[in-house]
């Protein structure tokens, strides 16, 4: 793994977040395909605390404190206990890109890391470089997730009109 290049991939991906979450509507960034699934809004505030709470603060346990066991998180009920989809999407966006310029700096500042080391828990044991790069991964995997959003919405508001034509998705 080429630390540098994955860093690099962080700071395209913050940028690409940033292009898919600019000038949405408040109406479209509440927008839920069905109950089950996230909004704009929500995602870019799960990955805000993602950020701050899971990637940066294990990553930076397991270099420098290995042994140290790694505080509780819970990814999925912050959505709702946390109130993600009534904040506004502007600050939780920029609120986010400050702390990815954050990780990215910490992340520079490390110089060269030894990928190798473990962090071991009673749920198995994970290699610093498995966290990283699954960092890396997180942030595509919600990429995805946000085009997903906004195709969704465009096919909603394209109605009564068929969008066959634009090819299978």
Excluded: C
């Amino acid at each position: 793994m080429d630390q540098t290049q994955f860093i690099d991939l962080m700071q395209d991906n913050a940028q690409r977040i940033r292009l898919l979450a600019t000038g949405v509507s408040t109406e479209q960034a509440r927008w839920k395909p069905d109950p089950d699934s996230w909004s704009i809004l929500e995602v870019i505030n799960h990955l805000h605390s993602e950020e701050t709470e899971d990637f940066r603060t294990r990553l930076d346990l397991l270099l420098h404190h290995p042994d140290q066991e790694w505080p509780p998180i819970d990814p999925l009920g912050w959505v709702t206990e946390r109130a993600y989809n009534q904040r506004e999407l502007e600050p939780s966006l920029e609120a986010f890109l400050a702390e990815r310029q954050a990780s990215l700096q910490w992340l520079e500042s490390l110089g060269q890391v030894d990928w190798g080391m473990v962090h071991v828990s009673p749920h198995g044991s994970m290699r610093a470089g498995d966290l990283f790069t699954s960092w890396v991964t997180h942030d595509q995997l919600h990429l995805r997730q946000l085009v997903e959003l906004h195709r969704a919405y465009t096919v909603l508001q394209a109605a009564p009109y068929e969008i066959d034509y634009a090819g299978p998705w």
